[in-house]
């Protein structure tokens, strides 16, 4: 199967400042991107799915000025968490897919990024 | 009641014991994914099903289209098949997966 990469694996910041993550497919074209938070013991909660060259499209419930997501490549997705509050404190998963792809149903996680907002 | 039922939610077994995962869903689906999350987080494919069964290693999924129903077995289970275990359907006409609460599997030595 095709590998998805996220950066940073962790991380740690203070209130109120902004953190970026990653989300690279990394030998496929994904065209669509999802971005998911899960906090602990719990499943995974979809925050937005997001298409190459398109703006997001936000789960209900979800800000999307304070989850900035930005899908300007078929390899990269990025999410921007703005001005982090401890709430935000969760472990954030994307996945691709390509659906144009040989994997045509087939969405490939990436490892997560724990943030944690002191 | 949720699009994607699994059962158990919580399965302790003994090394080398057979391992059975449920999962019924309410609505059509192009697929059904089977997810494993470690501890650690990340989480791995294990398989994608729209039909009949697969196969790899220990691992066997299957999954009955008209009862709406996929199980996810494990023969001769070992401690690092510890884990939580996840299905996840991909809805017809739709992208993204509605996802069953997991199962939190744990196998002692």
């Known amino acids: 199967g095709a590998v998805v990469s996220q950066h940073p694996s962790w991380v740690i910041c203070k209130s109120g400042t902004s953190v970026k993550i990653e989300c690279r497919s990394l030998?496929?074209?994904?065209?669509?991107m999802f971005w998911y938070r899960q906090f602990p013991k719990q499943s995974l909660m979809l925050m937005a799915t997001?298409?190459?060259?398109?703006?997001?499209?936000?789960e209900q419930g979800v800000e999307k000025d304070k989850f900035l997501i930005n899908h300007a490549s078929l390899t990269l997705s990025t999410l921007t968490v703005t001005s982090a509050h401890p709430e935000d404190s969760s472990f954030y998963i994307c996945?691709?897919?390509?659906?144009?792809?040989?994997?045509?149903?087939?969405?490939?996680f990436g490892p997560g990024t724990r943030l944690t907002v002191l | 009641k949720n699009e994607v039922e699994q059962s158990p939610q919580n399965l302790t077994a003994q090394e080398g014991e057979f391992i059975t995962i449920n999962c019924s869903y309410s609505?059509?689906?192009?697929?059904l994914h089977w997810l494993q999350q470690h501890p650690g987080g990340g989480i791995v494919s294990l398989f994608m099903?729209?039909?009949g069964k697969k196969k790899h290693g220990r691992l066997i999924a299957t999954i009955n289209i008209q009862e709406k129903h996929s199980s996810l077995h494990i023969t001769a289970s070992h401690p690092r098949d510890s884990a939580v275990y996840i299905c996840?359907?991909?809805?017809?006409?739709?992208?993204?997966?509605?996802f069953g609460q997991g199962t939190r599997l744990t196998i002692n030595p």
């Open positions: 996945s691709a897919r390509d659906p144009g792809g040989p994997f045509y149903n087939e969405q490939f």
């Open positions: 030998d496929f074209q994904a065209t669509t």
């Open positions: 997001s298409n190459e060259g398109s703006k997001a499209t936000y």
């Open positions: 609505v059509g689906i192009s697929a």
């Open positions: 099903l729209s039909s």
């Open positions: 996840a359907v991909l809805v017809q006409g739709a992208q993204k997966l509605v």
